[in-house]
């Protein structure tokens, strides 16, 4: 059974930085896209990035230059740094892992990440 964990989650004020962890068991990890979405109150559920097994990496256009995606293969963990955060930023965010980007078969909980003014 696969398990994805998120961790690192708080409360940061805007301009700040957090690092996100995802760290997942069970699973062809190594082999599989990893991919982070978020989801504030009363908003669809958002790709922010993605991560494909040969490292390439994806980015909404929105967080581009200031979230870096990346991941540790002998950690079995994918993380999600994040500089220069915004309020508006503030939402659930969610790992996901799948055969492709895009094509996800498993997601995590959920972290909370509040960005305040």
């Known amino acids: 059974q696969v398990h994805l964990v998120e961790s690192g989650g708080g409360l940061v004020q805007a301009g700040g930085s957090l690092r996100l962890s995802c760290a997942a068991s069970g699973s062809m990890f190594s082999i599989n896209a990893m991919g982070w979405y978020r989801q504030a109150p009363g908003k669809q559920r958002e790709l922010v990035a993605a991560?494909?097994?040969?490292?390439?990496?994806y980015y909404v256009d929105s967080v581009k230059g200031r979230f870096t995606i990346s991941r540790d293969n002998a950690k079995n963990t994918v993380y999600l740094q994040m500089n220069s955060l915004k309020p508006e930023e503030t939402a659930v965010y969610y790992c996901?892992?799948?055969?492709?980007?895009?094509?996800?078969?498993?997601w995590g909980q959920g972290t909370q990440v509040t960005v305040s003014s």
């Open positions: 991560i494909t097994s040969g490292g390439s990496a």
């Open positions: 996901t892992e799948g055969e492709l980007v895009g094509k996800w078969d498993y």
